[in-house]
């Protein structure tokens, strides 16, 4: 199997309670406290799709699936629409 090491300390914790520290203190304005809410929520849908886009792959490979791949279709001669 893999032999990366888990890594069990993750980011995204300590930047939500950040942002929501920063928020509560007063320290941004309410601009500024939405930006960071938006950026959060896109890196994390972004991290998110990536994950699923790797087990979907992982799962296809596994099965021998290939996951919607389009091959052109050869027209036969004299065959109308």
Known sequence: MCKKKFDWVYLEPFVFFGIIALDCNGVITDQQTVLMYTAFFLW????????????????????????IRNKPVARKQGKRD
């Open 44 to 67: 994390l849908l972004v991290k998110y799709l990536l994950l699923m886009s790797a087990i979907v792959d992982s799962i296809c490979t596994f099965m021998g699936i290939p996951f």
